[in-house]
Each structure stands twice: as structure tokens, then as C-alpha cells.
């Protein structure tokens, strides 16, 4: 009997050990080469996944769990897995329209632009709007930005609205100017501005805040129309890698689409998401954050815009840009936005601000030290707001200095610095250009950087955002003279740049942004080595595998 009960306990205790293997993991990658994102050196070994979290990580090829059935094994020898990479500045829906309508992006020239935008005009109907995304003069050879006249010459009667990859200025045709009033006597709107040639006439180039201008004219997007725009943006950005984008900017009907997305099972890649200034501020400032507890739609940031963009002279500089008689513009008034900041420190609403020149930020950051002085002046308890600037590409040593100070958190994004090469000595000169995309300087003075794409602005690629971290060069190996080739990054600190540092600037760094055990299984595969291979050849890497909280949504057919 008691032989028996011995033998018996064994069995049934060694079927619990069994077991206890078996519910360690859903899913088991295996004999890949893992970097953690906690040193820059890999190890062969396997990861388990068990209800969207990592369950264990182990050197060396282990396929034991594997064995009681359940669990999805893959082996990924010759591969590399990374903490997920986040698109930390993407416009989601703005990449999904990219894909949707007439796409100019990286067409080399505005002759080849034009022809593009007349063979679309070909397919349309008499009167039908044509609406264009993504041109960009930075490397056209006729250095200029399109005019109405030169839409006019093959649609005199279709209106036609062009906007340029940095959202910041359109170009519209002669009709559009008629049908928005818009004339010589037509004075700059608040934040904008109407290009004029040397008579008075508008060229049809309207400048941030004067493309309100033309807005109400323009057919309106459906509902369905954003919600086929996110699902495209959200295809795209999980079969290049991207398993995370911080949105910067949007309404609440855009968080009402995503919930949708959600609930349907088709949001493929967790988003970080900002409302827009305005409305959807107040909004937000009123319920206070939202925050869900599979991390995959979180909104407690407010997106506001301080200046334009530099390549459209929209920036706002200390001093005059060196090709152009003007300081840029700004965009946000200080008597709507101060209290906004005051409310959102007492709401515990992170504030992530677009501030391009060296103007824009000085006066971002002197607005937000007074939105922490005032707080602490009133006693109240500020926690670690985390505050953002969006792009930062333009900021004198001094006000380095004070984003250290003041805790600001810099979101960049690297491939403006290998596209903007082509114009931004001639924007701001050989001195000032010393100042700009620091991101070497900022790093060494202790900062961290969210790291993102801008998409659609740029192509919004890992690859090329990684690439441009570590080169400082273009895509074809070219950088200019003066481009400042020693603010490069570490490949370590690129890798960071894309992981844990944007899931600091999204107060997730306690759950994702490594390889950890606890943390949500985030992965992002690659054919090749990233952190050892030649710059070049990291273009040329094929993402394998996109894995957002153990579930694959995207695998490349091999």
C-alpha cells in the first residue's frame, strides 16, 4: 500500500511539474540571437510568452516547453530578436492616407511631381478635386517650391491642393485662391502666411496656419474614410517592424476609431495617442488620462504646435533665416496656452509641444518653466510631468542646457537630419546649423531621446531611422559640408533611441522598452544583424517577424 502510494504521488507530482512547463508559455522563440536592450552584446538562447508577457528567457536552445502540446514554437536560427521598436512621432492616419490617395512622396523633381499630379488629373472627373500628399523640394534640382502657375497650366478648371511631406504648407491652383477669396490684399493670418512674388500676387503656397484658409472648401473625409486610413497606417507600420507609434495629434473621434479598431482585433500595434490643442484638449484636461491596462490605446498627452517647419521658412528663429527675410512664425498664443499648461500639471496631462527653430524652443521652454514654477509656488506636487518637445531640431547651447534643468524630454526623429541636409545650411547658415539636430550634445548632457519618424513627413522605416541615427548621412552615403558628422549616435544608443527611451517619454518603461522577464513580449525580428553589420546594409535588412504582447501580426512568408 504504501509502495504504491509512493509511486502513485510520484506520478501525479511529476505530471504538476509537467504541467507547471507547459502553462510557462503560448508561444517559445528559440535559438535566436537576443539583444535585451540592456547592454549592446547578444546571446543565443530562447524567450517564452505566456498571456502577452515575457515568462522566461533562457541561454541556449531549450524546446522542453514545447513538448506538451498548446504551445507554438519557432525556431529562429540566423535571426535577431530587439525590443519592440516605436515609431515614438508618427501620424498614423496620415500614413494611411499617404497610401490612399495621389502619393508624391520621393519623386526627385518638381518637373516629374507635376507630370504625377497631371496623369492623376487624367483619371478624374471635370471639377472633381484633386488632392495630393508628400511632395518635397529638398532635393529637386529646380530649388523652388511649385506655384499655382504651374498647376494652372494643366487644370485650369479641377481644383488642386498639394500638400508638402512636412504638413506645413500646401500649393493650390488659381481656382482655389478665387474660391477662398484669396488675393494680393489678402493680409497673413494669425501663425501663417500667404507667399507672395515680388508684384503682390500669391503663388498659390499657403503656410501653416493659412491653409485654414482653403479648409472649408475641401470635400470632407468620412468617418469610414479615417477608419480605412488607420488600418492601412497600422498594415504598413507592423509589416516594416514598428510594434508602437505615438500619435501626435489627433481628435476624439480618432480614439473613438481606434476603441473600434480595438474592439474588432485589428489594432495591431500599441498606440500612444495625443490629442490635438483646441477642443480635444479641453476635453482630455476635463476626464484627465486615459489609461488602458493592456497598454494598447493610451491617451493622456496634449499636442501642441509652437512654430512651423524649417524647410517652408515657418520655424521660428532668433534671427532672420540666410536665404529669406523673415523669422518664421508662431503658431500657439500665450494667453490660450499658459492655462492649458496650468491645468495639465494639476491633471497629471503630459504636454508634448512642436518646436522646430531655435525661437520655437526658447519659448516652449520658457512657458513650461513657468508652468513649474507656478505649481510649485502653489505648493502643488508635480510627479515627473515628462513633458515633450516634439522635434527640437534647433536649440542654442543655452537652452540645451535648460532642457536638462527642466526634465524636457526631446522626441526627434533622425531622418530629418539626413532629408533636411539638403536645405538647412541655406535655411540657417554655417554657425546656427551647429545647433541643430544635436543629438550627440543633448545625450551627453544626460538626456534621453524619443526616438521617431514623422511619418508621413519622412518614409517612417526603422531601418532608415536607425541608419540615420548612426551615418548622419543621406540614403546614398552623402552628408554635407558642415553637417556635424560627430553628433552620431552609438548603435546601442539608436537601438535605445527606438526602445526603452520613447517607453520612458510614454511612462511605460515598467512594462516594455527591453527583453525582460514581466514585461509585454514586444518583439521586432530582422534577417541581419543591425548592431555589427555595415551601415549601408542595414537598409537592406527584411523584417521577419512583428510581435506585439505574444501575438504575431505580422510574418514574412520565407
Not at 338 to 366: C, E, F, M, Y
Not at 396 to 406: A, G
Not at 468 to 479: C, E, L, S, Y
Request: proline share 4%.
Amino acid at each position: 500500500m504504501k509502495i504504491t502510494f509512493f509511486i502513485v504521488f510520484i506520478i501525479y507530482a511529476s505530471s504538476i511539474i509537467a504541467d507547471s512547463k507547459c502553462n510557462q508559455a503560448d508561444l517559445i522563440l528559440e535559438n535566436a540571437s537576443i539583444y535585451d536592450g540592456l547592454s549592446d552584446k547578444s546571446f543565443i538562447g530562447s524567450i517564452g510568452v505566456k498571456d502577452s508577457k515575457i515568462s522566461f528567457i533562457n541561454k541556449g536552445k531549450i524546446t522542453a516547453y514545447g513538448e506538451c502540446g498548446g504551445t507554438r514554437v519557432i525556431n529562429l536560427k540566423e535571426y535577431f530578436i530587439y525590443p519592440g521598436f516605436v515609431d515614438g512621432h508618427g501620424h498614423l492616419k496620415g500614413i494611411g492616407y499617404r497610401e490612399l490617395t495621389l502619393n508624391l512622396q520621393g519623386i526627385p523633381s518638381l518637373d516629374l511631381t507635376l507630370k504625377a499630379v497631371e496623369n492623376y488629373l487624367s483619371l478624374k472627373q471635370p471639377n472633381d478635386w484633386i488632392i495630393g500628399r508628400g511632395w518635397i523640394d529638398k532635393t529637386w534640382p529646380e530649388k523652388r517650391f511649385p506655384t499655382r502657375w504651374d498647376l494652372d497650366s494643366f487644370s485650369p478648371n479641377n481644383p488642386v491642393v498639394l500638400e508638402r511631406a512636412d504638413g506645413h504648407a500646401i500649393v493650390v491652383n488659381s481656382i482655389v485662391l478665387k474660391l477662398a477669396n484669396i488675393d494680393s490684399n489678402t493680409p497673413d493670418p494669425q501663425g501663417g502666411f500667404i507667399e507672395k512674388d515680388d508684384n503682390g500676387e500669391p503663388t498659390g503656397l499657403l503656410v501653416d496656419m493659412a491653409m485654414n484658409l482653403i479648409a472649408d472648401l475641401i470635400p470632407k473625409l468620412t468617418r469610414d474614410d479615417d477608419k480605412k486610413a488607420f488600418l492601412e497606417g497600422l498594415q504598413r507600420n507592423v509589416a516594416l517592424g514598428w510594434t508602437q507609434i505615438h500619435v501626435p495629434g489627433g481628435t476624439f473621434q480618432d480614439i473613438s476609431i481606434l476603441n473600434e479598431i480595438k474592439s474588432e482585433n485589428n489594432l495591431l500595434q500599441r498606440v500612444y495617442f495625443m490629442v490635438s490643442d483646441g477642443e480635444p484638449a479641453d476635453l482630455l484636461l476635463e476626464k484627465g488620462p486615459i489609461i488602458d491596462s493592456e497598454n494598447l490605446l493610451t491617451v493622456r498627452t496634449i499636442k501642441m504646435y509652437a512654430d512651423g517647419a524649417l524647410g517652408s521658412r515657418g520655424a521660428a528663429l532668433i534671427e532672420k533665416y540666410s536665404d529669406y527675410d523673415g523669422k518664421g512664425v508662431f503658431i500657439f498664443r500665450e494667453e490660450e496656452t499658459k492655462p492649458r499648461l496650468s491645468k495639465a500639471l494639476k491633471k497629471g496631462i503630459q504636454i508634448a509641444t512642436h518646436a522646430i527653430g531655435d525661437n520655437g524652443n526658447r519659448v516652449v521652454l520658457d512657458w513650461y518653466e513657468d508652468a513649474f514654477e507656478n505649481a510649485k509656488n502653489n505648493d502643488q506636487i508635480i510627479s515627473e510631468p515628462r513633458w515633450r518637445i516634439e522635434h527640437a531640431q534647433n536649440i542654442t547651447p543655452i537652452d540645451q542646457k535648460r532642457f536638462v534643468e527642466l526634465n524636457v524630454i526631446p522626441a526627434m526623429q533622425p531622418s530629418h537630419a539626413i532629408g533636411d541636409l539638403h536645405f538647412a545650411i541655406d535655411r540657417l547658415g554655417l554657425e546656427r546649423i551647429n545647433n541643430a539636430y544635436a543629438w550627440r550634445d543633448l545625450i551627453d548632457q544626460g538626456l534621453i531621446i524619443a526616438g521617431g519618424s514623422d511619418a508621413p513627413v519622412e518614409i517612417g522605416d526603422p531601418r532608415i531611422e536607425f541608419y540615420a541615427a548612426i551615418a548622419r548621412k543621406d540614403v546614398d552615403g552623402f552628408h554635407a559640408e558642415g553637417w556635424n558628422l560627430n553628433q552620431r549616435l552609438t548603435r546601442f544608443e539608436a537601438l535605445k533611441m527606438f526602445t526603452i527611451w520613447p517607453a520612458i517619454a510614454s511612462f511605460e518603461d515598467n512594462v516594455k522598452g527591453t527583453i525582460e522577464v514581466g514585461k509585454l513580449a514586444d518583439f521586432t525580428i530582422f534577417d541581419s544583424d543591425i548592431m555589427t553589420i555595415p551601415e549601408q546594409e542595414i537598409l537592406n535588412v527584411k523584417n521577419i517577424y512583428t510581435i506585439v504582447g505574444g501575438r504575431i501580426v505580422f510574418e514574412e512568408l520565407l
